[in-house]
């Protein structure tokens, strides 16, 4: 189980940094965990984003996912 959702995790980094909302929306509906944040620098999601250069498109879908914004990984 837990391989499956680095799995999904995993791609969902990948649609966030090719801008893929359509990948993007189906990771997020398959279970990926936007409010986790793997990278080094334990980045928010959504600064993760902005640095990668995400579209409008793509911060909007995480925005409407629930992703907070704000947030900090622990």
């Known amino acids: 189980m837990a391989n499956e959702f680095k799995a999904l995790n995993d791609a969902l980094d990948l649609a966030i940094d090719m801008g893929d909302v359509s990948m993007l929306r189906r990771m997020l509906a398959s279970g990926a965990d936007i409010s986790r944040w793997a990278h080094e620098a334990a980045e928010s999601a959504a600064r993760f984003a902005v640095i990668s250069n995400a579209s409008f498109e793509v911060l909007e879908a995480l925005r409407?996912?629930?992703?907070?914004m704000a947030a900090r990984a622990p």
């Open 64 to 68: 409407e996912a629930g992703l907070d």
